[in-house]
């Protein structure tokens, strides 16, 4: 079974333009996920997605931050203009929540470099 | 507030050794989940196991165990007879029903190196 699949894994950038981050869940999961993780701050939520629909999207560190998920097989995290603080190691992860919270399964990663 | 503490940030031993990392929680709701993740070298975060609030049974899975005491607010994690593909950064995390369902609340991470 395919797991979380992110794109691209490694994404090397100049300060001021626009990066995409992309992910497609596990089929069948309904709920899908946004984390960063840097050394200062570990790892942390972004936002969070239930059915498509963003349910809390109160990590989002600033208006820079967009994320969107048009269907269930596919998400976007947008960073614009970037800036060499987002460096980071974005993931993005899947459940299926049923009654409560359920198993994350995390992608590879997106290992972001922003110059 | 929810907060997920792994006060040990590097552990060293020699293969074969027995190890546990700690991990000791805090939440004000009655029902929640807590979570184990493997992140190795390679970077991927490999889930361990999930519990929830309501089964202090301790489990194990081959050389994996884990201690689940809610008196403490803790979940520790206990490896046996470690190996080298044992060395990775161990996350603990927490989940709780209300609010945000599904927000997992990270501690900092306990990094485990296994000697040859």
């Known amino acids: 079974d395919a797991g979380v699949i992110q794109s691209p894994r490694h994404e090397v950038t100049e300060m001021g333009q626009e990066v995409t981050l992309r992910c497609k869940p596990i089929?069948?999961?309904?709920?899908l996920f946004w984390y960063r993780q840097t050394m200062m701050r570990g790892l942390e939520l972004l936002i969070y997605?239930?059915?498509?629909?963003?349910?809390?999207d109160s990590g989002m560190p600033e208006d820079r931050f967009s994320a969107k998920m048009p269907n269930a097989s596919f998400s976007t995290l947008k960073i614009q203009p970037s800036e060499p603080r987002d460096s980071a190691v974005y993931f993005c992860?899947?459940?299926?929540?049923?009654?409560?919270?359920?198993?994350?399964?995390f992608g590879p990663g997106t290992r972001l470099t922003v110059l | 507030a929810q907060k997920v503490t792994q006060a040990q940030t590097e552990i060293s031993v020699v293969e074969k050794e027995d190890v546990t990392l700690d991990c000791v929680y805090e939440?004000?709701?009655?029902?929640?989940?807590l979570f184990w993740y493997k992140q190795p070298p390679s970077g991927e975060l490999v889930f361990l196991i999930r519990?929830?609030?309501?089964?202090?049974q301790n489990e194990i899975s081959g050389r994996y165990s884990w201690n689940f005491q809610k008196s403490t607010s803790s979940f520790n994690f206990t490896i046996t007879a470690s190996q080298v593909v044992d060395s990775a950064v161990y996350f603990c995390?927490?989940?709780?029903?209300?609010?945000?369902?599904?927000?997992?609340?990270f501690g900092k991470g306990t990094k485990l190196s296994v000697k040859p």
């Open positions: 992860a899947s459940s299926l929540q049923l009654a409560g919270p359920d198993t994350q399964y």
């Open positions: 089929s069948g999961h309904n709920s």
């Open positions: 519990r929830n609030s309501f089964d202090e």
């Open positions: 939440t004000r709701d009655t029902t929640y989940y």
């Open positions: 997605f239930n059915n498509n629909v963003p349910i809390d």
């Open positions: 995390a927490l989940s709780e029903v209300g609010g945000s369902q599904g927000n997992l609340i």
